[in-house]
């Protein structure tokens, strides 16, 4: 039987100050895609940068007629995903951060996976890579198998090798285009990764990762706000809308750690109680005796029975 041809990707690249690393970035890109960079589609998208993120775009696409670049001042992760969705045309969509890598031959590969197993999307986990630490990272192949979508819901919930990152994920542009992203400065993610895990049936999953995601020290990620944890708040109720009853147990976890990190933080505010009253809506036996639910959240919800906070 032959096989069907390379899908078409879109990769979106969003960028904002990335001056030390992007061009590390868009190189990695052309070496993932080999020989059939030119026939896959790169949009930049470089939100009000202040460096010289612009000029190292501009050099890169003016020899690359694939490549789109957009110059946008929103300082909003949601509205440039939304903006560069809205510029997509290839079967699949996947983003990558303008400081992060992808490792060679990798996207060309799954390139050809999806043109002929064409999954609603294809998911694997992410290579973190620290500052400190000087690891090689080779690209394994595909691997893939299929996964209902009980099973990639669980992972999601668990944390385990999958999390609320669409970076390094593949969506087919007939899922995307049915949904948008909320307008949020971060947790843009976590708030819409559920509502396309219940869209989609056929799922597929790679252990083998292809993505290198940089985890820098005083990156804005690492810093938090009122206003970020407020978002995850709301992202994390996304997660009881589109999943429903059956997974509060787990979602459960999400809401336990929300207080364990940043109870100081939201004490003086209305988000103190959603998430106690969040947490108050499981069953305590039902909880400790699920056996996806760890030990250690076990543990912190009898503490926090115990003192009286929930």
């Known amino acids: 039987m032959a096989l069907k041809p390379y899908a078409t990707l879109s990769i979106i690249v969003t960028a ?3 001056e030390p690393y992007l061009g590390k970035t868009l190189s990695s890109i052309e070496s993932a895609c080999g020989d059939t960079f030119y026939l896959q589609e790169v949009i930049i998208v470089n939100d009000s940068s202040t460096d010289r993120t612009g000029e190292i775009v501009a050099t890169f696409s003016s020899l690359r007629a694939n490549v789109k670049t957009y110059d946008v001042n929103f300082k909003n992760i949601g509205k440039v995903r939304n903006f560069a969705l809205s510029k997509c045309s290839g079967q699949y969509i996947t983003m990558i951060d303008g400081d992060d890598e992808v490792l060679a031959g990798s996207l060309k590969d799954i390139a050809g996976y999806l043109g002929a197993c064409q999954p609603d ?30 099973n990639v819901i669980k992972k999601f919930l668990t944390h385990k090798n ?17 949904i948008s992203f909320p307008e949020f400065i971060c947790y843009e993610d976590a708030w819409t990764f559920p509502l396309l895990l219940n869209l989609s049936t ?3 999953y790679s252990a083998s990762s292809h993505y290198l995601y940089h985890k820098r020290k005083g990156s804005l990620s690492e810093q938090v706000t009122p206003e970020k944890i407020s978002l995850l708040i709301a992202a994390t109720e996304q997660m009881v ?11 459960s976890c999400h809401w336990i750690n929300i207080l364990h990190k940043y109870e100081k933080e939201i004490e003086a505010t209305e988000d103190i109680n959603k998430v106690k009253n969040s947490i108050r809506q499981v069953s305590l036996l039902h909880f400790l005796f699920h056996p996806l639910v ?11 029975k115990l003192a009286g906070k929930v």
């Open 121 to 150: 999307i294809h998911l694997s986990p992410l290579n973190e890579l620290y500052d400190d630490q000087d690891k090689k990272f080779i690209w394994q192949g595909v691997k893939a198998c299929k996964l209902t979508q009980d």
């Open 294 to 304: 760890r030990l250690s959240f076990k543990k912190k919800l009898i503490r926090l």
């Open 241 to 251: 809308v589109n999943f429903g009853k059956r997974y509060i147990p787990l979602i």
């Open 16 to 18: 904002h100050n990335c």
């Open 202 to 204: 056929v799922i597929s």
């Open 162 to 178: 999958l999390q609320a990152h669409f970076i390094g994920q593949f969506f087919s542009r007939k899922f995307l285009e049915k």
